[in-house]
């Protein structure tokens, strides 16, 4: 029989979709997993009459494959995934190619390759975004490791992408973690997406008094615009229509408001931090997680904690699609696609990952959950210029930002006086007025440091380190 072009192991749901995606597109493939049921049972259902044979052991694994090898891991990351390379390393030969498409932490992924390369072993981390269906259909992949590694995938990859307009939905990324560290990236600011879609449903609901399908009439009427055209909008809408058959009532409402917060969307804070770059609507939505989480004491506050006596607010009308909300919603969106940006041209430079800002913003487009009409804006931003330090002050977002922000205002002002928590909105106007002030308060801040610790200051009047007596 002859050996199968390309191997998977690890069954979970984004394995399973992303083998059958790559025997569609005619690449032969053999499967295994830790646990041989979970083989048995995809390949009595839905890979049945496909090209995938199964494999029981590693051995028999590696053996029903083409040399050289091409393997992708889907398994849980961290643990799961030194394990599978520690149990298959044994079995690879000089060439074959390991791909981690998990969610692992991008240091991980560039002590991975550094270990496999000096082994003579391919070795790609790979980000995958679009869940069980984008898997299936076409997800957007973001790999990074060697050239000549990727080179040797990069047909395979580009069949099973998402199409859009200009190309495939998968480029080469850069050196060592960079494709995990821009998967990170764009899981963050999947978070901040969510968090700001979230805020905008609760003041709609609790201060507006709009039920599911009229909130759901709003998201699909934002939808329709190109400022907000995107996948998330489009899910919160499907969300919000959903009914409970039992009894006709909206199931959004039924779920308990607890979010976890470990992993990706974690490490882009913690990445932000230690690069320097600021990135407070995404730390806003992972805060907003951890508040979340805090479910009994939020429920015993509740009781205890009196917020300002509830007035009404004015988001618009259902006629002009709630405008002053469309535009705190359109802002921090932006702010939270500029930040991620900010954040990848930073790590591009510590990490020397040479990130091609223009190619990011186009593997965005489809595929994944961040991919929205938005990201052809961001695109034309950086191909206008490369070194853009902030999308916000390409012209088409300084104009959106400059038309929009005495809505966003209007909403965080009205928000605060009913006291209801936005805090994707507030830390993004806080964001946008920060970036945009020449002058900010922080020579007080240096004055009380030099006050106190001595730690000097410079002048905006003259060069030098300067320290003064402040208390005589
Ligand atoms: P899971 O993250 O649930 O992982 C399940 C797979 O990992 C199973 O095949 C399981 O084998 C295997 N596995 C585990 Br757990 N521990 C193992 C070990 N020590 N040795 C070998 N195999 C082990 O599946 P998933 O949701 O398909 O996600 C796969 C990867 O893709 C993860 O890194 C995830 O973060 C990432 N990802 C997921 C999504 C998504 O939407 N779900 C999207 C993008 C990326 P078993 O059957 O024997 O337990």
């Known amino acids: 029989m002859s050996k199968a072009h390309f191997g998977l192991i690890g069954l979970g749901v984004m394995g399973e979709n992303l083998v059958l995606n790559a025997e569609r597109n005619g690449f032969s493939s053999v499967v295994y997993n830790r646990t041989f049921a979970k083989t048995e049972t995809f390949l009595n259902g839905p890979g049945i009459g496909k090209s995938i044979r199964g494999a029981k052991n590693l051995q028999e694994f590696v053996d029903k494959l083409e040399r050289p090898r091409r393997i992708l891991m889907m398994v849980k990351a961290g643990a799961a995934t030194d394990a599978v390379i520690e149990q298959i390393s044994p079995f690879l030969q000089e060439g074959d190619l390991l791909i981690d498409g ?195 004491q939020r429920l015993k506050a509740e009781s205890i904690l009196k917020g300002p006596p509830v007035k009404t607010l004015d988001l618009g009308s259902f006629d002009d699609g709630m405008a002053p909300l469309m535009d705190a919603v359109v802002l921090s969106t932006i702010s939270s696609y500029a930040q991620g940006m900010e954040l990848l041209r930073k790590a591009s430079n510590e990490y020397n990952y040479k990130l091609n800002m223009p190619s990011i913003a186009q593997i965005w487009k489809g595929g994944c959950i961040i991919r929205s009409r938005l990201l052809s804006r961001i695109q034309d931003a950086y191909r206008l210029d490369s070194k ?51 002058r900010l308060p922080q020579n007080l801040v240096q004055a009380m440091r030099d006050c106190f610790g001595s730690h000097t200051y410079e002048r905006i009047d003259m060069d030098g380190v300067f320290h003064t007596d402040w208390i005589k």
């Open 102 to 296: 998990g969610n692992s932490a991008f240091k991980d992924t560039e002590r991975r390759v550094a270990q496999l390369e000096s082994k003579s072993f391919g070795y790609i981390g790979m980000g995958v975004s679009g869940g069980a269906k984008g898997a299936l259909e076409g997800p957007s992949m973001m790999p990074g490791g060697t050239k000549a590694s990727y080179d040797a995938i990069e047909s395979m990859l580009t069949k099973m992408a998402a199409q859009v307009e200009d190309g495939p939905c998968v480029t080469y990324i850069g050196p060592g973690g960079s494709g995990h560290f821009v998967k990170t990236v764009h899981n963050g600011i999947e978070y901040g997406i969510e968090q700001i879609l979230a805020e905008a449903y609760d003041l709609m609901k609790r201060v507006c008094g709009m039920n599911g399908d009229q909130i759901a009439d709003i998201m699909g009427y934002w939808n329709s615009t190109e400022e907000l055209s995107s996948y998330l909008v489009e899910i919160t809408e499907a969300c919000l229509r959903t009914k409970d058959s039992t009894d006709g009532i909206n199931v959004v409402e039924k779920i308990m408001d607890k979010a976890g917060q470990k992993g990706t969307g974690l490490w882009t804070v913690v990445s932000a931090l230690e690069l320097g770059a600021s990135v407070p609507t995404i730390y806003a939505s992972l805060n907003g997680r951890v508040m979340s989480s805090m479910k009994t």
């Open 388 to 438: 853009l330090t902030n999308l916000l002050i390409d012209p088409w977002f300084a104009e959106q930002v400059n038309r929009r922000l005495p809505g966003l205002a209007k909403v965080v002002a009205g928000a605060a006086e009913v006291g209801m928590p936005v805090p994707c909105f507030s830390s993004s106007l806080d964001y946008i007025n920060s970036y945009r002030t020449g």
